[in-house]
């Protein structure tokens, strides 16, 4: 601390244009106190000062100090010097000059103190410039990113502004979340109903990192999604700054495309790039954005798709689809398996059962590609999956693959003669070998195959063989529907009223454990899109998958979760975020108050139960503090009238259901 006194010589009113802008009541500042007050897009430090002989007043002075923009509203008086809190550098609060020699003053504004209070005079605002921020968005734009979920934060301010832009323009919607976690996962959620591109984002270090379970799901399940993460300046970059991590490390696996963004970058080309190869190659890109380069100034004309992506409907080579013809027309009894990767395709691949009465499962990340009241529909293969589709392809001499992983879980039977078509070459015998592997798209090899067979083929209609197996299924689940232990509801019981329930076109979006394993048995589809973390199988996917379909077709199509309550534990908080933006989500929470999954893992390689048990709140009650609909259900005759509640609901809904975590 200086001896010095400070200068309190007022400024003068401006000399050119300015207008009075009131910053303070009468009496609103106690003597000897300053604070940030903001007028427009400016950040003030207003003082009410006294000096050391007791003489004062009021000042105005910009509130960023000069050293590292620490603002000086929250410093303090001391001898009559308005000391900044940072770092202790010292300014007069009536005209911002330093102490002594220092030549690091700050701009300081005309004050007056009037009757009704203190005022500040100020120049008009600047126009905002066009920054490179604002190249990047209009070209994610351009590309068809319409909706955000991310986190506001110190070292994205500059993308952010530039989307609050956009989003005035009416380009864009941003959705603020609690926990960067459900960004990604609400983003790959949209990705992989819509196969388009959305987009999550978040601040250097910690923000980033937590972006990162939810791109690894919509890796490893091929849904596109843009990630965009702010970094640290450039000069203090790699010298162990706050918040510095390197994340051009952290994101290479995870990412078929990661750059950071320099001043000399072509600004468009970089995100143009990002986007094309999230769209096209269904997996994640990257985008880091040190905290200087969003700001700069730009001229630059935006990117977009125009030229740059080429319709993607390919035939099958003649000589693989003449094989693939030969081996239906010699079979008796083919059956057509499809996955996720076909779902769009269902028309022509329906077709071409009909036409050769094939019975048509799906893979658990398939269910809904056909409906289980389709006549040749068999409904899930595999774990998740029900007996009429594990008894057909135990009968069949061939199978018909469109767009599966042949996932273990799946278990397609590669004993058995198969014919795989999908436009990913690698996914091509992608375990084992098969029989003939067709490159192309599943719509249009699926009609070719059906012209080429037409009549000539000696195929068994199944459609008798399904409806009988279906009648014992349904016979079996009426009888796990009476199972009562008196420790909650049963699963079978829970999913055939929510099959009643919900709107044939609903978005259904299902987490991990007992719940998704008992939804994919005893749920039977109509024409619902079903969204799932596959193969990461990260449990709290659920409700901000929701949020993601939410955004996606919200006002289109009824949105509906399923978690456990382990699962929704995960982010729970997200209800305040469904809440904020009014989404219209009804989340099913299975609350058995354990990992009953695990349990049941434990029991099965015969180990004792250990640390499964989970401490729950009232969900319904929960749901209801957070300013959503809520309640809970302990009785199977409440179902139907609390899942219709939630779903008529305008706004996000939680049913807690009491189940039996051992009648699943």
């Known amino acids: 601390m200086t001896d010095e006194q400070p200068s309190l010589e007022p400024v003068p009113e401006p000399a050119g244009p300015f207008d009075w802008h009131k910053v303070l009541d009468v009496d609103e500042l106690p003597e000897g106190r300053v604070t940030t007050v903001t007028v427009g897009r400016r950040s003030l430090a207003v003082s009410n000062y006294v000096d050391g002989d007791g003489n004062g007043g009021y000042g105005a002075i910009d509130n960023h100090c000069p050293h590292q923009g620490g603002p000086l509203g929250e410093g303090s008086i001391e001898q009559g010097w ?38 500040v005079a100020l120049p008009p605002e600047h126009d905002r410039e066009r920054t490179v921020s604002d190249v990047l968005v209009e070209t994610m734009v351009n590309w068809g990113v319409t909706n955000v979920f991310g986190m506001v934060g110190h070292s994205n301010l500059g993308f952010a502004d530039a989307m609050r832009e956009a989003e005035q323009r009416g380009d864009l919607r941003y959705f603020g979340i609690r926990h960067e976690g459900a960004a990604s996962f609400a983003a790959s959620a949209y990705g992989k109903l819509t196969n388009e591109l959305a987009a999550c984002f978040a601040i250097a270090g910690p923000g980033s990192t937590n972006l990162l379970t939810g791109l690894y799901d919509a890796q490893v399940d091929r849904a596109p999604i843009l990630a965009i993460s702010g970094q640290v300046p450039s000069k203090v970059k790699g010298r162990g700054a706050f918040q510095d991590v390197d994340l051009e490390g952290a994101f290479a696996d995870v990412s078929r495309f990661s750059e950071r963004v320099l001043s000399g970058s072509d600004h468009a080309e970089l995100m143009s790039v990002a986007c094309k190869t999230a769209l096209v190659g269904r997996d994640v890109a990257h985008l880091i954005l040190p905290d200087e380069v969003q700001t700069e100034r730009s001229d630059a004309e935006p990117g977009g798709p125009m030229g740059r992506v080429a319709d993607r409907q390919i035939s099958p080579p003649v ?40 019975p048509v499962a799906t893979t658990f990340k398939g269910k809904g590609a056909i409906s289980d009241h389709h006549e040749l529909g068999c409904g899930v293969l595999g774990r998740s999956g029900t007996p009429i589709a594990s008894w057909f392809m135990n009968e069949a001499d061939l199978l018909i693959v469109f767009g599966a992983s042949f996932s273990n879980h799946t278990g397609i039977a590669t004993y058995k003669p198969v014919i795989q078509v999908d436009f990913d070459a690698m996914a091509l015998g992608r375990f084992d070998a098969v029989d003939v592997p067709l490159l192309g798209h599943a719509a249009v090899t699926s009609r070719l195959m059906a012209e080429a067979v037409g009549d000539d083929h000696g195929c068994v209609d199944h459609r008798p063989e399904v409806a009988e197996r279906w009648a014992i299924w349904q016979q079996e689940k009426a009888s796990r529907r009476a199972d009562d232990r008196d420790e909650g509801i049963n699963a079978a019981t829970l999913f055939d009223v929510m099959s009643r329930t919900a709107d044939d076109d609903a978005v259904l979006c299902v987490d991990v454990g007992n719940n998704t394993y008992s939804f994919g048995r005893y749920f039977e589809v109509t024409h619902q899109s079903v969204l799932m973390s596959g193969y990461l199988g990260s449990i709290g996917f659920g409700f901000p998958a929701a949020m993601g379909a939410w955004a996606a077709v919200g006002g289109e199509r009824q949105i509906i979760g399923v978690s456990g309550d382990a699962g929704f534990g995960q982010y729970a908080m997200e209800i305040t975020t469904a809440v904020k933006y009014s989404m219209n989500i009804t989340h099913v929470i299975m609350n058995n108050s354990e990992l009953g999954k695990i349990s049941k893992e434990q029991r099965a390689a015969e180990l004792d139960v250990w640390q499964t048990s989970v401490h729950n709140p009232s969900f319904g009650e929960f749901a209801q503090l957070c300013g959503a609909w809520g309640a809970r259900v302990t009785k199977p005759a409440q179902l139907e009238s609390a899942l219709s509640a939630a779903l008529v609901h305008d706004g996000p809904a939680i049913v807690e259901v009491m189940t039996d975590a051992l009648l699943v």
């Open 82 to 119: 308005l000391r900044c809190s940072w770092h202790g550098y010292d300014y007069s609060p009536c005209n911002g000059r330093s102490p002594g020699a220092h030549g690091d003053g700050v701009d300081a504004f005309a004050v007056e103190s009037r009757d009704d209070g203190v005022y």
């Open 319 to 358: 000589d693989a689809l003449a094989a693939a013809v030969e081996m239906i027309k010699g079979s008796t009894r083919p059956m057509i398996i499809v996955g996720d990767g076909a779902r769009d395709d269902m028309a022509e691949v329906t077709a071409l059962a009909e036409q050769i009465g094939a």
